[in-house]
């Protein structure tokens, strides 16, 4: 099966739905079949685990491993769950653990499944980079086009403050479009005491990192 995984320098990237619970205007989905113009990331089905475990192969080879998209992953909250677990069971210490496991994510889970679920994640992810995207909800809203609507960027922020208590690193992110307001989320970020990334928008090639 095509699209699981892509590597990008010393990290491998999974690939495990195509389903996201935004429709962001910058999202690289609408714009490419080819992700950086040469992985296929529509997936014909969403991978199981063990799909997505022989797809990672050697996990050893890579600085870090990241569940990302063409999607949100931790709408595959289960997948996230036991991939991580299983890649943490290949190492005799909890951390730190080469490689080390990353979400990229819209911080909606908690609205998706109901429920916190990062005291869940606790122990398994190191990282966790969150897509603030907006310095206030009216352009999150513009921008991101969440199913959840003005619930959306409220529950962001508070995932990111619930993020904090059980993972190791946590990150803000925005992508630098006219509408975002870059120094007010980065005050955000620093008001929420995480740190903060910026990511270049790109018409044709827009590059996850
Ligand atoms: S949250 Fe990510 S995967 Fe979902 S629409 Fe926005 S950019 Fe695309």
Not at 24 to 46: A, G, M, T, V
Not at 92 to 101: H, N, Q
Not at 115 to 123: A, D, S, T, Y
Request: net charge positive; hydrophobic share 35%.
């Amino acid at each position: 099966m095509l699209g699981i995984v892509y590597p990008i320098g010393n990290c491998l990237y999974l690939n495990i739905t195509n389903r996201c619970t935004n429709h962001c205007i910058f999202c690289i989905r609408y714009k490419s079949k080819l992700f950086n113009q040469k992985h296929p990331l529509w997936l014909d089905h969403e991978p199981t685990v063990e799909e997505s475990i022989e797809a990672i192969g050697d996990p050893s080879k890579y600085n870090e491993i990241v569940f990302c998209g063409y999607g949100e992953p931790l709408i595959r909250l289960d997948i996230v769950k036991e991939v991580s677990k299983h890649l943490r069971s290949l190492s005799p210490t909890p951390y730190p653990l080469p490689p080390k496991l990353r979400i990229n994510t819209n911080g909606q889970a908690n609205l998706f499944w109901g429920r916190n679920i990062l005291p869940e994640l606790k122990g398994l992810v190191d990282r966790m980079v969150v897509s603030l995207d907006a310095q206030n909800a009216k352009v999150y809203n513009q921008i991101c086009h969440s199913e959840f609507h003005e619930k959306a960027y409220p529950a962001v922020i508070e995932f990111i403050k619930e993020a904090k208590k059980y993972i190791p690193e946590v990150i803000a992110s925005a992508v630098e479009l006219p509408e975002v307001d870059v120094a007010a989320c980065r005050k955000i970020a620093k008001n929420l005491g995480v740190k903060f990334k910026i990511r270049p928008y790109y018409e044709e090639k827009y590059v996850r990192a």
